[in-house]
């Protein structure tokens, strides 16, 4: 796939994750902040965007938006829990705008434990009425599913209902959980997973895509707990294409820009045939335990053909395995370049935020009260539900304005 930017449209949700890590901000967008960086993408001549937040379709501009992205010639997409998307009317009006291709999240097909997972209750029956109303209206759709403590044992029965019974859904993405921010970083205790909770679960769900003739993503899994379906991970094929992905936050981050795959790494990963290729573990909020990386000798060349050649993705330009090793060589001295004086302190992110000259929404009175309102709301759910609330990100004064 090449590069596709994320663009954050709002920060607010019906639903209330426990493991959120995009919880509400007091920033909001309108359609004049969100132009120019759609306009952006066009410019550094992106594939795509993808709207996303918080639940993008809470945005009233949201048909717009994604009319112009459209427009500009974008490729289109949207990550969605599908709680609105379950209405007829609005789905074909989002796909009549522009909408090309849904994510749609869902994490249990039981609804004991999606409801944990959601803090509601009837989400399900929402998520398949999404489904239904996105294939009936023409658009792609994709399932994403995060991988949490609660789901972990149980991700291929998940894949067996949706093989079953929407025959139609061709492509699958997992990601681990993040445990750097928001809400997944102070409830690290009850839904961080360990790798090794979900290995056998989800080696059983790739085996019944693969050999189903779908595909799927992983993402912020090390190749170690990949098996031999390596050449699937999200940060590997970015590795072997050189991409990079940019995030409009709709908070004080605001932009980041994300060239450098690798995180975090152990003493055995030194001897591991995949260390180059391999994005390592994915641990900023120290939630997950580098004593569980084991290393792997297969053959690294394989994997990278699989990527390079593969015919759904057709987004590097180069074929063959020689050409590819001088391209990643030539990419591997001009970061050393990049890098060189610059020493990473311990702990660093590897995304940078990068000063594109844009804000990233605004702070309005308006905004303000809307946050403090849900935000209260928020505190009672979490305590019904005995999780903790993510510590309160205050917006930069620059950025408030009246409104
Ligand atoms: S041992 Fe390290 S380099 Fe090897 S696959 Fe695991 S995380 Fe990646």
């Given amino acids: 796939m ?5 663009l954050q449209v709002v920060r607010h949700c019906n639903h209330f994750c426990g493991f959120c ?3 509400t901000t007091p920033y909001v967008h309108n359609m004049d ?12 001549g992106y594939f795509g965007v993808i709207l996303t937040g918080g639940e993008p379709t809470l945005h009233p501009d949201l048909p717009e938006i994604a009319g112009y992205a459209r427009d500009q010639g974008l490729h289109v997409r949207m990550i969605t829990n599908g709680w609105r998307l379950a209405d007829e009317k609005f789905a074909k009006a989002l796909a009549e705008a522009g909408l090309q291709h849904v994510h749609i999240s869902v994490y249990s097909l039981k609804p004991d434990v999606e409801a944990a997972l959601r803090g509601l209750p009837g989400t399900l029956p929402k998520a398949y009425a999404a489904v239904e109303n996105a294939h009936k209206f023409g658009l792609d759709i994709n399932i994403n599913c995060v991988i949490s403590k609660m789901n972990a044992d149980h991700l291929h029965e998940n894949i067996e209902y949706w093989i079953k019974n929407h025959p139609y859904i061709r492509h699958f993405v997992w990601n681990n959980l993040d445990p750097s921010m928001g809400r997944a970083e102070v409830n690290q205790d009850q839904f961080t997973p360990r790798l090794s909770d979900f290995e056998e679960s989800l080696r059983r769900a790739m085996s019944l895509l693969h ?13 170690c707990y990949m098996t031999e379906f390596a050449w699937a991970s999200t940060e590997t094929r970015k590795i072997v294409k050189g991409e990079e992905r940019i995030v409009h936050f709709l ?3 605001q932009t980041v820009r994300q060239t450098d795959w ?9 001897v591991c045939s995949l260390r180059t290729i391999c994005g390592g573990l994915f641990d900023q909020g120290d939630g997950y335990d580098p004593v569980e990386l084991y290393p792997v000798f297969v053959d690294m060349d394989r994997i990278v053909e699989q990527i390079i050649t593969d015919p759904s993705d057709p987004s590097y330009r180069l074929r063959g395995i020689r050409e590819w ?4 060589q030539r990419r591997i001295e001009a970061q050393r370049g990049e890098n060189s004086g610059k020493s990473k302190k311990e702990g660093e992110h590897p995304a940078k935020m990068v000063d594109t000259g844009l804000k990233v929404g605004a702070v309005t009175e308006a905004g303000e009260k809307l946050w403090e309102k849900k935000r209260r ?3 009672r759910k979490a305590e019904r539900q005995g999780i903790s609330m993510e510590t309160t990100e205050l917006c930069d004064p620059e950025d408030r304005q009246a409104g």
């Fill in 21 to 23: 890590s995009n919880p």
């Fill in 262 to 270: 690798g995180h975090l790494y152990s003493e055995s990963c030194g």
């Fill in 33 to 44: 902040t969100m132009k120019p960086l759609v306009d952006d993408f066009v410019r550094r």
């Fill in 325 to 328: 090793k001088i391209d990643f």
């Fill in 2 to 6: 090449a590069n596709i930017g994320y």
């Fill in 211 to 223: 050999s189903s003739g779908r595909t799927f993503r992983v993402e912020k899994v090390p190749l």
């Fill in 377 to 379: 709301a928020e505190g």
């Fill in 251 to 253: 908070d004080n981050k």
